[in-house]
């Protein structure tokens, strides 16, 4: 269990692409870190020279108090656990998970030791005498977390382990992560492009765009209160919805709109009157009313078990509503819709960044 501090780090590929921009980042001991963005934002990249399999440009990785820039990788006590899983097909389950301790030269007692508890811990008992052609997906991912778990490390890094699955195993396999998380209580940084994943296994996540950090926060942090609209847009499914229009007094208006807005939210609002502002609403934070001043024709519903989104445009911005499918709701059906003002965001059009 390790704590792990980031200070000023870059990386500089060829001595002109900028792939991470200083990266300022303390993770504590035992705590479940993800980080998150779009393909090509660094995530992986700060994964492996975190691991030691790439060197940093610029600034200081510490690991305990001790800096590990120059230190190779097999001394870092690093386990890392990869998206294609990475096992030998020739080997069996057994020989897959105790390679790297007959590496070591482990004494074999203790080996078997070792390794019958991961196998116990992670329901492989059954498959310990099979090859990864003979297992399934979930079982061959499990393989590869046994053999990252019994080095007994102090950090795992996971680097999008369960892109490869399909979204059932997935979801079984992210509480099977968690429950491990929970039990060894080993310092984890996480990769991942995919939110839900973060945001439902992670005590904090770093969200990255172009080798730069846009916010850390808890989940619940990031989903109320974004930086920026980066941030807003990335966090959240349905996407939040973003129109543009003009601060008049305690108001946000547009040529097709007029929403009251709780102006106690926002840090000098009175800076913004009259001027451009884009105001963000999430689809679970627009109600159907029985009459208001927002009006809207569904284009789009789609059935999601028990909730349903609406599709439909104010103007010409298409938006997104989030109501329960309980709600008989026919596409060209006309909708009086009300925004819960005390979660409406305003950003600014300039920085993009929110208001408040």
Same mark, same amino acid.
């Given at each position: =269990? $390790?704590?792990?501090?980031?200070?000023?780090?870059?990386?500089?590929?060829?001595?002109?692409?900028?792939?991470?921009?200083?990266?300022?980042?303390?993770?504590?001991?035992?705590?479940?870190?993800?980080?998150?963005? %779009?393909?090509?934002?660094?995530?992986?990249?700060?994964?492996? =020279?975190? $691991?030691?399999?790439?060197?940093?440009?610029?600034?200081?990785?510490?690991?305990?108090?001790?800096?590990?820039?120059?230190?190779?990788?097999?001394?870092?006590? !690093?386990?890392?656990?990869?998206?294609?899983?990475?096992?030998?097909?020739?080997?069996?389950?057994? @020989?897959?998970?105790?390679?790297?301790?007959?590496?070591?030269?482990? %004494?074999?007692?203790? !080996?078997?030791?070792?390794?019958? #508890?991961?196998?116990? &811990?992670?329901?492989?008992?059954?498959?310990?005498?099979?090859?990864?052609?003979?297992?399934?997906?979930?079982?061959?991912?499990?393989?590869?977390?046994?053999? $990252?778990?019994?080095?007994?490390?102090?950090?795992?890094?996971?680097?999008? %382990?369960?892109?490869?699955? @399909? $979204?059932?195993l997935r *979801?079984?396999?992210?509480?099977?992560?968690?429950?491990?998380?929970?039990?060894?209580?080993? &310092? &984890?940084?996480?990769?991942?492009? @995919?939110?839900? #994943?973060?945001m439902t296994?992670?005590?904090?996540?770093?969200?990255?765009?172009k080798g730069? !950090?846009?916010?850390?926060? &808890?989940?619940?942090?990031?989903?109320?209160?974004?930086? *920026?609209?980066?941030?807003?847009?990335?966090?959240?499914? %349905?996407?939040?919805?973003?129109?543009?229009?003009?601060?008049?007094?305690?108001?946000?208006?547009?040529?097709?709109?007029?929403?009251?807005?709780?102006?106690?939210?926002?840090?000098?609002?009175?800076?913004?009157?009259?001027?451009?502002?884009?105001?963000?609403?999430?689809?679970?934070?627009?109600?159907?009313?029985?009459?208001?001043?927002?009006?809207?024709?569904? #284009?789009?519903?789609?059935?999601?078990?028990?909730?349903?989104?609406?599709?439909?445009?104010?103007? *010409?911005?298409?938006?997104?509503?989030?109501?329960?499918?309980?709600?008989?709701?026919?596409?060209?059906?006309?909708?009086?819709?009300?925004?819960?003002?005390?979660?409406?965001?305003?950003?600014?059009?300039?920085?993009?960044?929110?208001?408040?």
């Amino acid at each position: =269990m $390790a704590f792990i501090e980031f200070k000023k780090i870059y990386k500089v590929y060829n001595e002109k692409y900028l792939a991470i921009d200083d990266f300022n980042l303390n993770i504590e001991k035992n705590e479940f870190v993800a980080l998150i963005g %779009p393909s090509g934002c660094g995530k992986s990249t700060l994964l492996r =020279m975190i $691991a030691g399999l790439e060197d940093i440009t610029d600034g200081e990785l510490n690991i305990d108090g001790k800096c590990v820039n120059n230190v190779h990788p097999k001394d870092r006590d !690093i386990s890392m656990v990869f998206q294609n899983y990475a096992l030998y097909p020739h080997l069996n389950v057994f @020989d897959n998970i105790s390679f790297g301790l007959k590496l070591r030269k482990v %004494p074999k007692n203790e !080996i078997k030791e070792k390794v019958s #508890e991961v196998a116990t &811990t992670l329901g492989l008992t059954d498959e310990i005498d099979k090859t990864p052609s003979e297992m399934s997906g979930g079982q061959r991912q499990r393989v590869a977390l046994g053999r $990252a778990m019994v080095q007994d490390s102090k950090v795992f890094l996971m680097d999008e %382990p369960l892109s490869n699955l @399909d $979204a059932k195993l997935r *979801n079984k396999m992210r509480l099977e992560i968690l429950r491990l998380h929970k039990q060894l209580g080993i &310092t &984890t940084i996480y990769v991942t492009h @995919d939110q839900v #994943e973060a945001m439902t296994m992670a005590d904090r996540i770093v969200v990255m765009n172009k080798g730069v !950090i846009q916010q850390i926060g &808890t989940p619940r942090e990031l989903y109320s209160n974004p930086k *920026n609209i980066f941030v807003a847009t990335f966090i959240g499914e %349905p996407e939040i919805n973003l129109i543009k229009g003009f601060v008049k007094g305690d108001k946000f208006v547009n040529e097709d709109i007029e929403i009251q807005l709780d102006i106690s939210k926002y840090k000098d609002l009175n800076k913004y009157e009259g001027k451009e502002v884009i105001l963000g609403i999430r689809p679970e934070h627009i109600k159907i009313v029985e009459s208001s001043n927002v009006q809207s024709e569904i #284009e789009l519903t789609e059935m999601r078990g028990d909730i349903q989104i609406l599709v439909s445009k104010i103007g *010409n911005k298409e938006i997104s509503a989030k109501t329960t499918s309980e709600i008989d709701i026919k596409i060209g059906q006309s909708i009086n819709y009300e925004f819960d003002k005390a979660n409406i965001h305003l950003f600014n059009v300039d920085t993009k960044e929110r208001i408040g």
